[in-house]
């Protein structure tokens, strides 16, 4: 078989990090795991690098040259839909916390273990396969709210609702179990296929940021309740 066919049927990764050393080891562990890899060094370029290629999944520094990953992250998001993963080399959780309300979909810290990062990168490109309902449908309806797993859309009143590859997953899961108490443990486990440990707070940022695209209140919501010390409620008859 000619490898460039061959190639052009691996998924496709665009690493965005300035890092030389480091770009070319995650790129040859990738290529060794079959990706096809892209490097880009310059954030000044990210966005248009993101666009043009539309790679399976982005991996993005926080600190980069030209522009960070924040910037990138949020100018990006309205143009891609794909996984972004974002690296970030701060042990504060500010830097997780205002990536995935900027649209990462998840972040790996550094010094970057290889397993770790391939581990999540397949769980993220999971994520654009259909979801299983555990009642087995693949359309849920909420009064005005219409959640579609086979699309991986959301519209609310006949309207689409931009959601991120990972907020998409956590709507899916929370109307999936209307009616029953979600824990973070078990969310977590379903989601990302970790173990919650206490003190990660994506899932918190990624309700926060569901609420109001499904006209949730998010000083007293209706749809999607927090309950205190277990976890979240998807009300189906708010």
């Known amino acids: 078989m000619d490898d460039s066919l061959d190639s052009k049927h691996k998924d496709h990764v665009l690493i965005i990090e300035d890092d030389e050393r480091l770009a070319n080891l995650t790129r040859e562990y990738l290529e060794a795991n079959g990706f096809r890899v892209t490097l880009e060094a310059?954030?000044?370029?990210?966005?248009?690098?993101?666009?043009e290629l539309e790679p399976d999944i982005v991996i993005l520094d926080l600190m980069l040259p030209g522009e960070d990953g924040l910037s990138i992250c949020r100018r990006v998001r309205p143009q891609y839909a794909g996984p972004i993963l974002m690296l970030t080399?701060?042990?504060?959780?500010?830097?997780q916390v205002l990536g995935l309300e900027m649209g990462a979909d998840d972040y790996v810290p550094k010094p970057v273990q290889p397993r770790v990062l391939l581990a999540r990168m397949r769980a993220l490109m999971r994520r654009s396969e259909p979801m299983e309902s555990a009642s087995g449908a693949v359309r849920l309806t909420f009064d005005n709210?219409?959640?579609?797993?086979?699309?991986?859309?959301?519209?609310?009143?006949g309207e689409r609702i931009d959601l991120t590859s990972a907020e998409f997953d956590?709507?899916?899961?929370?109307?999936?179990?209307?009616?029953?108490?979600?824990?973070?443990?078990?969310?977590?486990?379903?989601?990302?296929?970790?173990?919650?440990?206490?003190?990660?707070?994506?899932?918190?940022?990624?309700?926060?940021?569901?609420?109001?695209?499904?006209?949730?209140?998010?000083?007293?919501?209706?749809?999607?309740?927090?309950?205190?010390?277990?976890?979240?409620?998807?009300?189906?008859d708010a």
């Open 170 to 236: 956590l709507l899916w899961l929370l109307a999936d179990n209307a009616g029953r108490v979600l824990t973070r443990e078990e969310i977590f486990s379903s989601l990302r296929g970790i173990k919650y440990d206490g003190q990660d707070r994506s899932i918190d940022v990624r309700v926060s940021r569901i609420r109001p695209k499904i006209g949730d209140d998010p000083n007293q919501p209706h749809r999607i309740k927090t309950v205190r010390s277990k976890g979240y409620l998807f009300v189906r």
């Open 89 to 95: 080399a701060r042990t504060d959780d500010m830097d």
């Open 42 to 51: 310059d954030g000044t370029h990210a966005v248009e690098r993101i666009v």
């Open 145 to 157: 709210l219409v959640i579609d797993s086979a699309t991986r859309e959301a519209w609310l009143e």
